[in-house]
């Protein structure tokens, strides 16, 4: 008797919470058919469990509560600058979302894709954007996530069967406008039980978010006032489709006095604070954070300059505990040294002579720029081209492109002209356990086998990147900003590009453009003159009818295409 009063009691209850409760007309009519269902049950049977989690799923979710978003444009400016340094388009696009809500009384909310290196800010930078705009913020991670049902959800006709991650989420955070963050995107991927990237996309299509089908519910739930931001390493990763339904907003790496200033600003305080270190005296110098950035840290973000500043103040904490007295401690450039040990890398990255054959080339990863070096040596042969340092087949192709411009200029550049047939020529790049590929190393070992053929050495100080093709001429490629500033990183003083990446020069900080030579070029042609060193009277082209591009830059030094 006492079990059937308890379930009458229940049902009263539950009756009770769905007057009340504000849904969707679809979604209501779904409670009170399960419910009339449910009446008709006996309550301690399987299906009763199953139907009455269901109506609760149904009843928690928060199908019109929303947060009160901020309207002031100025506040919402103070309060992205109080958290990020820089990133200036992300928080323009912010700003303008913000701007457009004020004026129109529906808005359909933006889908964001932050992509960048590790550690420079694109989940912090979600959660401030939550901040400015008075929303309450959820995090999903989708790194490693193979099935399908984690973002639909599972059938009601399944044992266990729960909502998808999107709508659990979205009844943990209890409003239908939060700014949702979707992290790892590109982390994703797919086994027999379906692709987890397909089903994102009805999630992420803001044409067809407002009547968002979840397997479970079997209703459709209004996706639309959610601010959907994605973070990604590399987009090559997500699916074209996913792209597409996406607005692509890049974080590149930052400049070394970016790293000074955001130390300086917020990752010192909050080390400090973090350490119980807030009352005592400490202090890091300018030249202490710089010596870390460059000798301890190799990156685009700054997680690693965040831990190493965070293992000093954990070794200061000790030192406090070990003297009784009151002591200012203040973290100079010799100190650094003392906290973390000798230097992990080498302030310059550049090679200490000109050498033949070597030349200094620029890549671009997931984690930021690099620096890649380029050998060629020749050898008495059979006329082989061998390649070595895990080389990609878009890589190898390349070099075989820079062969054969060679081959074409032979008699211009005063060399054997059946070196092809009697020399070995071996083309390799050091750090040979890590696979490399991609066309813009082409003028670089373009340029190196021209210095072993030619036995002219190149430059050190000099970096170069563009696709090659067979008549010589240079193409644009991507990453030009990370490539740029890990130039720079590596004490380069001047960086041949192709000349169609022009216009990624505005991305480049006013700073770095002051310290570093950029030279533009369109022809490979162009490109020798820089990178060769010549002896005095001696001349690249042996001949009259010396390339057009390339009378200007040979006869007059001081014409050379620069932007300083």
């Given at each position: ?295 301890y840290t190799r990156e685009s973000g700054v997680r690693n300059l965040e ?258």
């Amino acid at each position: 008797i006492g079990t059937e009063d308890d379930h009458s009691d229940e049902l009263k209850d539950l009756e009770k919470r769905i007057k009340r409760k504000r849904m969707s007309k679809e979604a209501a009519g779904k409670v009170r058919h399960e419910f009339k269902k449910l009446k008709m049950m006996t309550p301690m049977s399987a299906e009763a469990t199953v139907v009455r989690t269901y109506i609760d799923w149904l009843l928690s979710l928060p199908w019109f509560a929303r947060s009160n978003v901020r309207q002031n444009l100025e506040e919402a400016d103070i309060i992205l600058n109080e958290d990020h340094y820089g990133l200036e388009k992300p928080k323009e696009r912010i700003l303008e979302y913000l701007a457009v809500q004020s004026l129109v009384k529906k808005i359909r909310g933006p889908i964001l894709c932050f992509v960048g290196p590790p550690g420079v800010g694109k989940t912090s930078l979600a959660k401030s954007v939550a901040r400015a705009t008075g929303r309450k913020f959820i995090r999903l991670s989708l790194g490693g996530v193979r099935d399908e049902a984690e973002i639909r959800g599972h059938r009601r006709t399944y044992i266990g069967a729960m909502p998808g991650k999107i709508i659990q989420s979205l009844k943990k955070v209890g409003v239908n406008n939060p700014v949702f963050c979707l992290d790892e995107v590109d982390k994703m991927s797919m086994d027999f039980r379906g692709d987890p990237s397909a089903a994102l996309l009805e999630v992420l299509d803001p044409e067809q978010n407002y009547g968002f089908n979840d397997h479970y519910l079997d209703v459709d739930y209004d996706l639309s006032d959610i601010l959907f931001i994605t973070t990604a390493n590399t987009l090559p990763e997500i699916p074209l489709p996913l792209q597409d339904r996406m607005e692509i907003i890049r974080l590149p790496g930052y400049a070394e006095y970016e790293k000074y200033f955001i130390a300086r600003d917020f990752l010192i305080s909050k080390q400090i604070e973090m350490n119980g270190l807030k009352d005592k005296n400490l202090h890091f110098s300018k030249n202490a954070v710089l010596t870390i950035t460059r000798r301890y840290t190799r990156e685009s973000g700054v997680r690693n300059l965040e831990r190493e500043i965070s293992s000093i103040c954990r070794k200061i904490a000790r030192e406090v505990l070990k003297k009784k007295e009151s002591t200012i401690f203040k973290v100079t450039a010799k100190s650094v040294q003392r906290y973390l040990g000798p230097p992990r890398f080498k302030e310059i990255q550049i090679e200490e002579e000109d050498q033949i054959g070597l030349v200094t080339g620029l890549a671009w990863t997931h984690v930021g720029g690099e620096l890649l070096c380029i050998e060629t040596l020749i050898m008495p042969g059979k006329g082989k081209l061998i390649m070595t340092g895990k080389l990609g087949d878009v890589m190898k192709e390349s070099a075989q492109a820079a062969v054969s411009y060679v081959r074409s200029r032979t008699e211009l550049l005063d060399i054997d002209t059946k070196f092809y047939k009697e020399f070995d020529i071996h083309i390799h790049i050091p750090e040979g356990a890590i696979p490399k590929d991609g066309p813009s190393a082409g003028i670089s070992m373009c340029t190196s086998l021209v210095s072993a053929l030619t036995k002219r050495p190149v430059y050190n100080n000099i970096a170069m990147t563009g696709e090659i093709t067979l008549r010589g001429r240079v193409l644009s490629i991507g990453g030009m900003k990370e490539k740029i500033l890990a130039a720079h990183r590596g004490g380069v003083k001047k960086i041949v590009i192709p000349k169609e990446n022009e216009k990624d020069l505005k991305d480049i900080p006013a700073t770095v453009l002051k310290e570093v030579e950029i030279v533009l070029v369109e022809h490979m042609d162009e490109v020798l003159p820089h990178a060769l060193i010549l002896d005095e009277g001696d001349k690249i082209f042996q001949e009259d009818d010396i390339p057009l591009e390339i009378m200007p830059k040979e006869i007059d030094q001081e014409q050379r295409p620069s932007l300083i």
